[in-house]
């Protein structure tokens, strides 16, 4: 091989790299083209008759500045000016004025600093400026130093692209002086220019990230307008969950100021929902003048069931969720899926591959409890099913149930009857006054069931469960404990806290009944950060022995005491410094629950973190070490990252890890952090995760994945997953509690016959459910030892999941709130954050007739402009008024 052949080319030093002649002739955007020989001289490019032009005219108006007749200097820098300004250029090319000044940047600079301060001298800092646009200066800043020494000039008449670099050089520029201790005025005065040409020219982002660096973002409300506020606060919004305290808080304020600003207080409403704060709930509320909207905010108030006093019949109606079941028996008609189906009717056990006689279908009290939980999930709501409701004597089908089985049989009453308070008290009466304590017990827990979401003025599950706290049968105390709970999640109530502490406290009751007590009163004061009953369940702790601590129940108790602090953050601190007090290892595993409960769907990257360390350690049982926290850690991961998708996705392939790596108890918890994760949303990735993971050699695992499979269909009738749930019913048939399992699983994926959601994240996945995630949360954790508590007697804990459960309808209401059809197109959802124009925000729509059912990922929108929505998202109830400015095609023709 010759020299020449072998001869490596060097890459260039210069910016520029090396060109064969064609490409010189062709390239039009660079002025020079600079080789690395030394020893050849620097080429110029041909440049048309016009560009040869312009190049001389700049280079002559460069040399008249440098001219001592000062007589020219304004002539010229104008003549600059205007040649700058109106080069027009394609998007990927710099223009051409700039192009050839540049190689006298330097010179200029020469020339400013020779001139006195003047108006020419202060004209020329504006060119400097924009020249320094195109030089690199090592981080000096130069666009921005000119341009706070230049003209009063307006900004806009330089371009965007300069604007866009010159707000860039202002956030370095601050974070640098803020470091030094230096004033920010003159950065600030240019910002507050810079703010309202984004805004104008839809760059709201810009405009947003600016004020951000500049830590001023409270001063945007000012530069706000109706035609540009939407899209300001939806970007605001989208990035609250990546940014970190306290700015997230201040996002979520200054959105809400804007709204209130635009009076649109649907928005401002959710935005004070997801502070959390009921003062401003309240001031919101209350501000709202129009009597129909005030009934759109009680039924968004309803939803996430925050009770505001009002003396208004109709909106107390609207906030106390009264007609919930009406509409949804309507619904029902509408769908026309009010025949009651039969657990039968869901297994489909002709369809699984069992050969006879292999007790397929031996009467078990097991194979019983199953069905009634299944009767119970699928027929929810309805008002009547064909084991309870409608068959001559319903006693039949309780005592086909043994002990506990009678309790949660006659409990699935509440279900059946779900939210239709006045008839399922007549129902459920009766069964007071049985002589059986387990189907009493079942009674006040069906008391607590059908009132759920629904609250009333005559208060019955208070007037007729609080008497029953103090009898002396277990099973009763602990229905009556359940039912309270269930009936009041989220009210606040005081004189609840007065009934149900003093059992927490009493060392003389069993560690169920106090841990149970302990849970029902943190999901009636859920995220309130209550300090009497902290320091009641502290206290408590304390206080109990150390056989009594390491019960299954206990763990019931540090629940409770987490639900307190749901998705309140720092407000934990104090509660989880003195839990490090506690010596036994509940300390270790209530310090976990509570962490994780503070910072519930905040998407908090250091939080997930820290819970996946403490998956990292191998605690040896045989010393005695405690590893419960472990699995809390797992659950915690899925419960920070669930109110953000980025933070959801990648959770799933960290939980893919741990179960390659982790210990036991770490991997009994994975399935149950993806069931929380991905509730009442099968996607096809974690339905075949599961499906893998409910083969696995280890029980414990498996049962928990069948359980996570029902959690992940739970309402949406979804035929893939009834497929695998048949076929795990056939692998499983020889095993009873996996064949338990896979029947309480195809019992939640039909829940409500597919009309039902339990997922904790609704209004267009903006606002999460703090009842819906304790009620989900407190079922799982009785999963952490399934064998002890839902595979043992204490079954009826999978009732907690009613406070999840909801409609996943959309009814449109007329002014005088009965149903009014109307024509919807539904779809997937599209994510149009910072994107250009008026995007469309759903895709591959079909157009249906309200009422209609919505998945997890689907969003609706009206298909006509006849009506105008008194809601800002398409889900539950929504209020319609008629447009004014509507004009029907038939009629104009």
């Given at each position: 091989?010759?020299?020449?052949?072998?001869?490596?080319?060097?890459?260039?030093?210069?910016?520029?790299?090396?060109?064969?002649?064609?490409?010189?002739?062709?390239?039009?955007?660079?002025?020079?083209?600079?080789?690395?020989?030394?020893?050849?001289?620097?080429?110029?490019?041909?440049?048309?008759?016009?560009?040869?032009?312009?190049?001389?005219?700049?280079?002559?108006?460069?040399?008249?500045?440098?001219?001592?007749?000062?007589?020219?200097?304004?002539?010229?820098?104008?003549?600059?000016?205007?040649?700058?300004?109106?080069?027009?250029?394609?998007m990927t090319s710099v223009p051409k004025p700039l192009k050839f000044l540049r190689p006298h940047y330097q010179e200029v600079i020469g020339v400013y600093e020779s001139w006195a301060d003047s108006e020419d001298k202060r004209l020329l800092a504006d060119i400097l400026s924009l020249l320094a646009m195109t030089y690199s200066d090592d981080g000096q800043r130069m666009s921005l130093k000119y341009r706070i020494l230049g003209s009063s000039d307006q900004l806009e008449s330089w371009g965007h692209e300069y604007i866009r670099h010159l707000s860039g050089e202002i956030g370095q520029e601050y974070a640098s002086r803020i470091e030094n201790d230096e004033s920010c005025d003159d950065l600030m005065k240019l910002a507050f220019e810079v703010v309202p040409f984004f805004l104008k020219h839809n760059a709201e982002a810009d405009a947003v990230d600016l004020l951000l660096e500049l830590e001023a973002i409270e001063k945007l409300p000012e530069y706000v307008d109706q035609d540009t506020y939407a899209r300001v606060c939806l970007y605001m919004v989208s990035c609250v969950s990546l940014l970190a305290p306290p700015d997230d808080i201040l996002f979520l304020k200054t959105a809400h100021t804007i709204y209130r600003q635009q009076?649109?207080?649907?928005?401002?409403?959710?935005?004070?929902?997801?502070?959390?704060?009921?003062?401003?709930?309240?001031?919101?509320?209350?501000?709202?003048?129009?009597?129909?909207?005030?009934?759109?905010?009680?039924?968004?108030?309803?939803?996430?069931?925050?009770?505001?006093?009002?003396?208004?019949?109709?909106?107390?109606?609207?906030?106390?969720?009264?007609?919930?079941?009406?509409?949804?028996?309507?619904?029902?008609?509408?769908?026309?899926?009010?025949?009651?189906?039969?657990?039968?009717?869901?297994?489909?056990?002709?369809?699984?591959?069992?050969?006879?006689?292999?007790?397929?279908?031996?009467?078990?009290?097991?194979?019983?409890?199953?069905?009634?939980?299944?009767?119970?999930?699928?027929?929810?709501?309805?008002?009547?099913?064909?084991?309870?409701?409608?068959?001559?004597?319903?006693?039949?089908?309780?005592?086909?149930?043994?002990?506990?089985?009678?309790?949660?049989?006659?409990?699935?009453?509440?279900?059946?009857?779900?939210?239709?308070?006045?008839?399922?008290?007549?129902?459920?009466?009766?069964?007071?006054?049985?002589?059986?304590?387990?189907?009493?017990?079942?009674?006040?827990?069906?008391?607590?069931?059908?009132?759920?979401?629904?609250?009333?003025?005559?208060?019955?599950?208070?007037?007729?469960?609080?008497?029953?706290?103090?009898?002396?049968?277990?099973?009763?105390?602990?229905?009556?404990?359940?039912?309270?709970?269930?009936?009041?999640?989220?009210?606040?109530?005081?004189?609840?806290?007065?009934?149900?502490?003093?059992?927490?406290?009493?060392?003389?009751?069993?560690?169920?009944?106090?841990?149970?007590?302990?849970?029902?009163?943190?999901?009636?004061?859920?995220?309130?950060?209550?300090?009497?009953?902290?320091?009641?369940?502290?206290?408590?702790?304390?206080?109990?022995?150390?056989?009594?601590?390491?019960?299954?129940?206990?763990?019931?108790?540090?629940?409770?005491?987490?639900?307190?602090?749901?998705?309140?953050?720092?407000?934990?601190?104090?509660?989880?410094?003195?839990?490090?007090?506690?010596?036994?290892?509940?300390?270790?595993?209530?310090?976990?629950?509570?962490?994780?409960?503070?910072?519930?769907?905040?998407?908090?990257?250091?939080?997930?973190?820290?819970?996946?360390?403490?998956?990292?350690?191998?605690?040896?049982?045989?010393?005695?070490?405690?590893?419960?926290?472990?699995?809390?850690?797992?659950?915690?991961?899925?419960?920070?990252?669930?109110?953000?998708?980025?933070?959801?996705?990648?959770?799933?392939?960290?939980?893919?890890?741990?179960?390659?790596?982790?210990?036991?108890?770490?991997?009994?918890?994975?399935?149950?952090?993806?069931?929380?994760?991905?509730?009442?949303?099968?996607?096809?990735?974690?339905?075949?995760?599961?499906?893998?993971?409910?083969?696995?050699?280890?029980?414990?695992?498996?049962?928990?994945?069948?359980?996570?499979?029902?959690?992940?269909?739970?309402?949406?009738?979804?035929?893939?997953?009834?497929?695998?749930?048949?076929?795990?019913?056939?692998?499983?048939?020889?095993?009873?509690?996996?064949?338990?399992?896979?029947?309480?699983?195809?019992?939640?994926?039909?829940?409500?016959?597919?009309?039902?959601?339990?997922?904790?994240?609704?209004?267009?996945?903006?606002?999460?459910?703090?009842?819906?995630?304790?009620?989900?949360?407190?079922?799982?954790?009785?999963?952490?030892?399934?064998?002890?508590?839902?595979?043992?007697?204490?079954?009826?804990?999978?009732?907690?999941?009613?406070?999840?459960?909801?409609?996943?309808?959309?009814?449109?209401?007329?002014?005088?709130?009965?149903?009014?059809?109307?024509?919807?197109?539904?779809?997937?959802?599209?994510?149009?954050?910072?994107?250009?124009?008026?995007?469309?925000?759903?895709?591959?729509?079909?157009?249906?007739?309200?009422?209609?059912?919505?998945?997890?990922?689907?969003?609706?929108?009206?298909?006509?402009?006849?009506?105008?929505?008194?809601?800002?998202?398409?889900?539950?109830?929504?209020?319609?008024?008629?447009?004014?400015?509507?004009?029907?095609?038939?009629?104009?023709?």
């Amino acid at each position: 091989m010759s020299k020449e052949a072998a001869r490596v080319p060097v890459p260039s030093q210069d910016p520029e790299p090396k060109k064969d002649k064609q490409r010189e002739e062709n390239n039009t955007n660079k002025v020079f083209n600079i080789k690395n020989d030394s020893k050849e001289q620097p080429t110029e490019e041909e440049l048309s008759e016009e560009d040869q032009q312009l190049k001389s005219d700049l280079e002559m108006l460069i040399e008249r500045l440098k001219d001592s007749n000062t007589s020219l200097y304004r002539p010229s820098l104008e003549t600059l000016r205007t040649l700058i300004r109106t080069a027009t250029t394609s998007m990927t090319s710099v223009p051409k004025p700039l192009k050839f000044l540049r190689p006298h940047y330097q010179e200029v600079i020469g020339v400013y600093e020779s001139w006195a301060d003047s108006e020419d001298k202060r004209l020329l800092a504006d060119i400097l400026s924009l020249l320094a646009m195109t030089y690199s200066d090592d981080g000096q800043r130069m666009s921005l130093k000119y341009r706070i020494l230049g003209s009063s000039d307006q900004l806009e008449s330089w371009g965007h692209e300069y604007i866009r670099h010159l707000s860039g050089e202002i956030g370095q520029e601050y974070a640098s002086r803020i470091e030094n201790d230096e004033s920010c005025d003159d950065l600030m005065k240019l910002a507050f220019e810079v703010v309202p040409f984004f805004l104008k020219h839809n760059a709201e982002a810009d405009a947003v990230d600016l004020l951000l660096e500049l830590e001023a973002i409270e001063k945007l409300p000012e530069y706000v307008d109706q035609d540009t506020y939407a899209r300001v606060c939806l970007y605001m919004v989208s990035c609250v969950s990546l940014l970190a305290p306290p700015d997230d808080i201040l996002f979520l304020k200054t959105a809400h100021t804007i709204y209130r600003q635009q009076n649109k207080l649907p928005q401002a409403i959710s935005l004070t929902i997801k502070l959390n704060d009921i003062e401003m709930i309240k001031d919101d509320f209350n501000s709202c003048e129009d009597p129909l909207l005030k009934k759109q905010l009680a039924f968004i108030l309803a939803r996430q069931q925050i009770s505001v006093e009002t003396e208004d019949e109709e909106l107390a109606e609207c906030l106390n969720n009264t007609r919930l079941s009406e509409h949804f028996i309507a619904l029902a008609k509408e769908l026309d899926v009010m025949e009651p189906k039969t657990p039968e009717d869901i297994y489909k056990t002709h369809l699984e591959n069992v050969r006879s006689g292999l007790g397929g279908n031996v009467d078990s009290a097991r194979q019983n409890l199953a069905s009634t939980f299944v009767n119970a999930f699928v027929n929810a709501g309805f008002g009547t099913d064909k084991l309870m409701t409608t068959s001559d004597d319903a006693n039949s089908w309780i005592y086909k149930n043994k002990e506990h089985g009678m309790l949660s049989a006659a409990a699935s009453l509440g279900m059946i009857l779900l939210w239709d308070v006045d008839v399922g008290l007549s129902q459920i009466d009766k069964y007071l006054y049985s002589n059986d304590d387990y189907i009493k017990a079942g009674a006040l827990l069906a008391i607590g069931i059908v009132n759920s979401r629904v609250r009333s003025e005559t208060d019955p599950a208070y007037a007729l469960l609080q008497d029953y706290l103090d009898d002396k049968s277990a099973p009763i105390k602990i229905g009556a404990i359940v039912g309270l709970g269930l009936a009041y999640a989220g009210s606040n109530r005081e004189d609840l806290s007065e009934l149900l502490s003093p059992i927490i406290s009493d060392t003389s009751v069993s560690m169920e009944i106090a841990g149970l007590a302990a849970l029902s009163l943190g999901l009636i004061f859920v995220g309130s950060c209550d300090g009497d009953i902290t320091s009641t369940i502290l206290q408590t702790m304390m206080e109990r022995d150390d056989l009594q601590l390491k019960e299954t129940n206990s763990r019931f108790m540090g629940l409770g005491l987490g639900l307190l602090y749901l998705a309140k953050q720092e407000a934990a601190e104090a509660t989880l410094e003195t839990l490090k007090a506690i010596e036994h290892p509940i300390g270790k595993q209530v310090e976990v629950l509570v962490e994780v409960c503070a910072y519930a769907g905040t998407g908090n990257v250091l939080k997930v973190q820290k819970m996946l360390h403490h998956c990292t350690y191998h605690l040896d049982k045989e010393k005695g070490e405690d590893d419960l926290h472990q699995a809390f850690a797992v659950l915690g991961v899925a419960l920070i990252a669930m109110g953000e998708d980025s933070g959801a996705e990648m959770s799933l392939r960290t939980f893919n890890h741990l179960m390659h790596y982790g210990e036991p108890v770490i991997r009994r918890a994975v399935p149950l952090a993806l069931g929380l994760l991905c509730a009442s949303n099968p996607l096809i990735n974690i339905l075949d995760t599961l499906s893998k993971y409910s083969h696995d050699n280890d029980t414990d695992v498996a049962i928990n994945a069948i359980f996570a499979m029902g959690l992940v269909g739970a309402g949406t009738n979804n035929a893939r997953l009834a497929q695998m749930l048949r076929q795990l019913a056939s692998y499983y048939h020889k095993e009873p509690n996996s064949l338990f399992m896979v029947r309480i699983a195809q019992g939640l994926l039909h829940m409500g016959k597919g009309t039902m959601t339990i997922n904790p994240i609704h209004s267009d996945r903006t606002l999460m459910s703090p009842t819906a995630v304790a009620g989900i949360l407190s079922v799982l954790v009785a999963f952490t030892d399934a064998k002890s508590t839902i595979l043992s007697k204490s079954h009826y804990l999978l009732y907690y999941l009613v406070n999840a459960m909801y409609p996943r309808f959309l009814i449109t209401l007329d002014e005088n709130l009965k149903s009014f059809p109307v024509t919807v197109r539904v779809g997937q959802a599209v994510d149009v954050v910072g994107q250009a124009g008026r995007p469309k925000t759903i895709t591959g729509f079909q157009t249906h007739s309200t009422p209609v059912l919505l998945a997890h990922s689907e969003r609706a929108e009206l298909a006509t402009e006849e009506y105008l929505t008194l809601s800002h998202v398409l889900e539950g109830f929504v209020l319609l008024k008629k447009n004014p400015d509507y004009m029907d095609e038939d009629t104009e023709k």
